[in-house]
């Protein structure tokens, strides 16, 4: 098989499992979010949502190439990242049940240790 059949393949089986995945939060959710008889996919829907951001992320790293992503320029520009939105933390941390994680980013929360 080419690599390009190889890719095709792994995508659609990533598909169906984002898939599955949505089908089993639909089933076990449903009734924990109904509201006056009408079930919500309230978390269906922040969970679709997600892995459409992840998909995007993936697809533009895979287009990116493996020796871009080996750079030391990029590494050490992820890891600065990294630990200034760690240390982002305690200065605009969130507390979110006695533990300040988040980092408010108005519409979402976002948890850097993730």
């Known amino acids: 098989m080419t690599p390009r059949a190889l890719r095709f393949q ?10 599955f ?6 089933s076990t959710t449903g009734m924990m979010t109904r509201t006056e008889g009408a079930v919500t996919f309230r978390f269906v829907t922040v969970q679709a949502a997600a892995m459409g ?4 992320a ?8 493996a020796d ?4 030391s320029l990029l590494m050490a520009t992820a890891a600065g990242v990294t630990l200034c939105c760690l240390a982002a ?3 605009f941390g969130a507390e979110v ?3 300040k994680r988040w980092i408010n980013l108005g519409v979402v929360k ?3 240790a993730e």
């Open 53 to 56: 951001i992840g998909i995007v």
């Open 21 to 26: 995945g949505l089908v089993m939060i639909a």
């Open 110 to 112: 976002f948890q850097p």
């Open 68 to 71: 871009r992503l080996r750079s």
């Open 89 to 91: 933390v305690l200065v």
């Open 97 to 99: 049940n006695g533990a």
């Open 10 to 19: 792994l995508w659609l089986i990533v598909a169906a499992l984002c898939g």
């Open 58 to 65: 993936a697809l533009v790293i895979g287009l990116l190439g």
